[in-house]
Nanobody
Framework: QVQLVESGGGLVQAGGSLRLSCAAS????????LGWFRQAPGQEREFVAT????????DYAASLKGRFTISRDNAKNTVYLQMNNLKPEDTAVYYC??????????????????????WGQGTQVTVAS
């Protein structure tokens, strides 16, 4: 069972940037599709971004395209979320998640939280206005 640990959250002023990291415990990191989700107080968990096993395919929530970028380094067992031009409405706990895709294709990805098997504990991002 893979363990995921997020880091990089914090307090930032509106317009600023943060890069979140999610490190995985398992050595076969390249087996997994990875995703980032977020949950603000009183709201449901929502999809942010996803990346395929080989990093060649990505997808984003429509409202975040152009500001957020997901990437991965399979050699370091780490997935990243670069967040630019942050807004107060981006304030949330950010979670990374992983899943071995089926079919086991290099380009597969998932945008639904229910599709993912493993989750990190989350990292808080607070954007001050």
């Amino acid at each position: 069972q893979v363990q995921l640990v997020e880091s990089g959250g914090g307090l930032v002023q509106a317009g600023g940037s943060l890069r979140l990291s999610c490190a995985a415990s398992e050595g076969t990191f390249s087996r997994y599709v990875l995703g980032w989700f977020r949950q603000a107080p009183g709201q449901e968990r929502e999809f942010v971004a996803t990346i395929s096993r080989n990093g060649g395919t990505t997808d984003y929530a429509a409202s975040l395209k152009g500001r957020f970028t997901i990437s991965r380094d399979n050699a370091k067992n780490t997935v990243y979320l670069q967040m630019n031009n942050l807004k107060p409405e981006d304030t949330a706990v950010y979670y990374c998640a992983s899943k071995v895709p089926y079919p086991y294709s290099s380009g597969r990805y998932y945008t639904e939280a229910n599709d993912y098997n493993y989750w990190g504990q989350g990292t808080q991002v607070t954007v001050a206005s």
